[in-house]
T-cell receptor, first 112, second 115 residues
Framework: DTAVSQTPKYLVTQMGNDKSIKCEQN?????MYWYKQDSKKFLKIMFS???????INETVPNRFSPKSPDKAHLNLHINSLELGDSAVYFC???????????FGQGTRLTVV | AQSVTQLGSHVSVSEGALVLLRCNYS??????LFWYVQYPNQGLQLLLK??????LVKGINGFEAEFKKSETSFHLTKPSAHMSDAAEYFC?????????????FGSGTQLTVLP
């Protein structure tokens, strides 16, 4: 029973395309996140979403937009993909305070 | 604002030797602290966490970490390294309010275990 699942695991696409990555958690957590891991393994928070409160990392381009149809889902939509968007994107969830975040297996996005 | 510094992007130890991975943090609110491990091509797995209470916390796979407020440190240790411990390790901090509720990661330490 996967706690945090994201699809697809691999995504190869051309520059300029629009793509989405889906994330679902079955832990009953109130907060979900998207992280970007670059080629040097550095993890950067992109968004956190808690009870319709969206906290955006100001360095994230507005081509990236999170969409949450319900508390268990937080999808990531990316418009006009660029080469620099190539990375591994991780979805995670947690309770708002104190508790650890649980991570999905990641989506490796390659823009060609 | 909160931040995490992991000293040493690469650490090598011999099998059976002590593992010490260093982590220092800064936080404007009382921190929650975590260590995660990432094996190749996998997601992040929680090793251990400090929220409140006992400052020495034990995690999975024989790892432990000690929260030292005076030193703003949360170093990860394991008495005897095993080949299967080779992975990337991330220290993370989380605050209790506002944007500090987000989990902020250090830059990671790649642990190599030599036979």
């Amino acid at each position: 029973d996967t706690a945090v699942s994201q699809t697809p695991k691999y995504l190869v696409t051309q520059m300029g395309n629009d793509k989405s990555i889906k994330c679902e958690q079955n832990l009953g957590h109130d907060t979900m996140y998207w992280y970007k891991q670059d080629s040097k393994k550095f993890l950067k928070i992109m968004f956190s979403y808690n009870n319709k409160e969206l906290i955006i990392n100001e360095t994230v381009p507005n081509r990236f937009s999170p969409k949450s149809p319900d508390k268990a889902h937080l999808n990531l939509h990316i418009n006009s993909l660029e080469l620099g968007d190539s990375a591994v994107y991780f979805c995670a969830s947690s309770q708002p305070t104190g508790e650890a975040a649980f991570f999905g297996q990641g989506t490796r996005l390659t823009v060609v | 604002a909160q931040s995490v510094t992991q000293l040493g992007s690469h650490v090598s130890v011999s099998e059976g030797a002590l593992v010490l991975l260093r982590c220092n943090y800064s936080s404007s609110v009382p921190p929650y602290l975590f260590w995660y491990v990432q094996y190749p091509n996998q997601g992040l797995q929680l090793l251990l966490k400090y929220t409140t209470g006992a400052t020495l916390v034990k995690g999975i796979n024989g790892f432990e970490a000690e929260f030292k407020k005076s030193e703003t440190s949360f170093h990860l240790t394991k008495p005897s390294a095993h080949m299967s411990d080779a992975a990337e390790y991330f220290c993370a901090v989380k605050g209790s309010s506002g944007s500090a509720r987000q989990l902020t990661f250090g830059s990671g330490t790649q642990l190599t275990v030599l036979p």
